[in-house]
Nanobody, 124 residues
Framework: QVQLVESGGGLVQAGGSLRLSCVAS????????MGWFRQAPGKERDFVAA????????YYADSVKGRFAISRDNAKNTVTLQMNSLKPEDTAVYYC?????????????????WGQGTQVTVSS
């Protein structure tokens, strides 16, 4: 079992930046990957970015490539999502997710553990 706690959301103007953090606790040593997803009102939860805990390979949704960066600190069991050049369409609740298994990094059903979410609002 692993527990995830996100922080860092808030309100920012278009073009601004925010940094989200996710701290994992519990059985973290065997996690294979951690990721970020987001869900806007009335929409499905969508993949944003993921990072492998071993090796550090990263994966991004096309909509955030070049603007967002995911990183990890295994010693602190923390994953960070740096979000730059934010757009109003980035407004959503952002969720941290973790998994022990292998498979597609962009599928929500591949992740067994989720945080409570943090709101990101980008004003135009």
């Amino acid at each position: 079992q692993v527990q995830l706690v996100e922080s860092g959301g808030g309100l920012v103007q278009a073009g601004g930046s925010l940094r989200l953090s996710c701290v994992a606790s519990g059985r973290t040593f065997s996690l294979s990957a951690m990721g970020w997803f987001r869900q806007a009102p009335g929409k499905e939860r969508d993949f944003v970015a993921a990072i492998r805990t071993s090796g550090g390979s990263t994966y991004y949704a096309d909509s955030v490539k070049g603007r967002f960066a995911i990183s990890r600190d295994n010693a602190k069991n923390t994953v960070t999502l740096q979000m730059n050049s934010l757009k109003p369409e980035d407004t959503a609740v952002y969720y941290c997710a973790a998994r022990y298994n292998s498979g597609s990094y962009s599928r929500t059903d591949e992740y067994g553990y989720w945080g409570q979410g943090t709101q990101v609002t980008v004003s135009s």
